[in-house]
């Protein structure tokens, strides 16, 4: 990993130079995975994702077989990007890591790769969970405070005025109130036991918590592995049965809900990322609903163009929950940097992945109006005036998400909040809408190129015929639906498939998946 990382501190450097002196991040982790990988993130100035248009240098640089090479690689890349080295423009890179054991050692690699750029400055913020370190460099480029204990500040604060804008006849009783949170063993753990005790009207209690001897970094436990496996993680037992329950990945990037569904076994009721992401949007919908005089077409107060993005791995009971609520719902390739590309689009944009990997993003333009609706109604505030509170909602919403990625401490204190809100428990939540059965198939192939997609990867274009036999068998079945797309890491065609029953949607991908063995094997 060393000279990967080393390379990808040229990369930030050289970013952060190209952009005059705007602070870039490096996160070094590597999220879900088990505690002898790593790996490394690239936050760009806004706090997202590193702009697509760099990433075939990025993947040059990473390949570069020698010095000499590498270094006529970054010459001419800083001479056909204008990049002025040597000239005014000085580099800011802030430097994360999660808490695996090669961290400290692969951030002295960064710094290496960092300091070969002239005038590169590198700031070592030390452990962080990811969406930190994002939030950290998109706050110093907007100007704001941005170390850890403001991040911590802003969290408190914001779910504070959540919960004091609940309602007085929903506040629920001490079970509702109280939230077990699966730390994977990660920095999130580590993170949530710093603040727990700050954060008011909620009983957290924090197992795989990181701590010396409580277990290994995402082995059994963590978002990924409730979300796939469907059971309890370690350190859960039939006592949990009824409790809440959360769980965060390895960098606290993803967020997922469960719930211990009998003490006979360990299998549990999950809440996933379609499901958080209901949640959030009918909460904005109904603060929106109240501002706009209870969704009257007339004398709106504020306008705003609300947007749901997912991915064809959405679960299909969600997307149709969505649409009849009359929301509107795109579709984008898989990967969050096309999701959170499409939803700044939006004046509320929010999108989230099934595994837990989501956010909201609100437009500057609507927090500017947002801001002067509650400076026109302040004066109602002693009179309880609903369109004032439901303003204030909002406002604090989108201080406490994080709007730069998706963030399992911000995420999972919105969940909680809104929870309280509207006085649910878990199986309210739950009853939303019931998913749809699923299987997803992973067929091997010589070439997976060969395979084109379109339409956001819901449909095929190459080879011609395939998309055919598709649709043939998907009419089999109630409810069928099914797709495929090539992997972006290994040579294998991903086979998603959905119908009303498991055994149908088993069968189904199972069907495509011969088809694609036929045609690709």
């Known amino acids: 990993m060393a000279p990967a990382v080393c390379r990808a501190g040229i990369l930030a450097a050289l970013r952060s130079v190209k952009l005059a002196g705007a602070a870039v991040g490096i996160v070094i982790t590597a999220s879900h995975n088990p ?16 702009a697509q248009h760099w990433e075939p240098f990025a993947d040059a640089l990473a390949n570069a077989p020698d010095p000499d090479a590498l270094l006529q690689l970054v010459l001419q890349f800083v001479k056909n990007e204008g990049i002025p080295l040597g000239g005014h423009h000085t580099a800011q890179v802030l430097l994360g890591r999660d808490t695996r054991p090669t961290g400290e050692y692969l951030l002295d690699a960064a710094l290496q ?9 590198a700031i070592d913020l030390g452990i962080l969970t990811t969406p930190q370190l994002h939030w950290m460099v998109r706050s110093k ?8 204990s403001d991040y911590f500040t802003q969290l408190i604060d914001s779910f504070r005025r959540m919960l004091e804008l609940v309602p007085k006849d929903k506040s629920g009783d001490e079970l509702a109130k109280k939230l077990i949170v699966d730390g994977a063993n990660g920095i999130g753990g580590v993170k949530l036991e710093q603040i727990k005790a700050k954060l008011s009207g909620i009983d957290i209690n924090v197992r795989n918590s990181g701590k010396e001897g409580e277990g290994i970094l995402n082995h059994m ?11 309890t993680p370690h350190g859960f037992s039939p006592e949990d049965v009824g409790v809440r329950c959360a769980s965060l990945d390895g960098d606290a990037d993803r967020l997922v809900y469960f719930r211990v569904s009998s003490p006979s076994d360990n299998k549990v009721d999950l809440v996933d990322g379609d499901k958080i992401l209901s949640l959030f949007a009918l909460f904005i919908r109904e603060q929106l609903d109240i501002i706009n005089n209870n969704g009257s077409q007339v004398n709106k107060s504020l306008s705003a163009r609300l947007g749901i993005v997912q991915t064809a791995y959405a679960n299909g009971a969600s997307t149709q929950f969505l649409k009849n609520l009359g929301l509107e719902v795109v579709f984008t390739p898989t990967g969050v940097k ?12 929010i999108y989230f992945e099934a595994n837990g990997h989501g956010t909201i993003v609100f ?17 109602e505030a002693a009179n309880g005036s609903a369109q004032y509170h439901a303003a204030m909602r909002l406002m604090a919403a989108s201080q406490l998400i994080n709007q730069a990625v998706g963030d399992a401490l911000s995420g999972s204190l919105l969940v909680e909040a809104i929870l309280q809100y509207k006085g649910w428990s878990f199986q309210n939540w739950c009853e939303l809408y019931c998913d749809l059965p699923s299987r997803q198939l992973k ?10 997609t379109t339409d956001a990867e819901t449909k095929v274009s190459q080879p011609s015929n395939l998309q055919e036999l598709i649709d043939k068998e998907t009419a089999n079945y109630t409810h069928g639906r099914c797709f ?10 991903r086979v998603y498939a959905e119908a009303s029953m498991q055994v149908e949607a088993d069968s189904l991908a199972r069907s495509v998946a011969q088809h694609v063995e036929h045609l690709l094997g």
């Open 35 to 50: 505690v002898g990988d790593n790996g490394v993130k690239i936050a760009d100035p806004d706090g997202g994702m590193m």
């Open 113 to 121: 790769g960092i300091n070969a750029i002239v005038g590169a400055h």
């Open 141 to 148: 480029n907007k100007g704001i405070k941005a170390s850890e």
């Open 221 to 231: 436990c963590g978002a990924d592995f409730v979300q796939k496996e469907r059971v």
């Open 338 to 349: 096309y999701l959170h590309k499409k939803a700044l689009e939006y004046d509320i944009g």
């Open 363 to 379: 437009s500057e333009d609507f927090l500017s109006q947002l801001e002067s609706l509650i400076n026109d109604h302040s004066s």
């Open 443 to 452: 067929v091997k192939v010589i070439d997976r190129s060969s395979i084109v």
């Open 484 to 493: 495929v797309r090539p992997s972006g890491t290994e040579d294998v065609v």
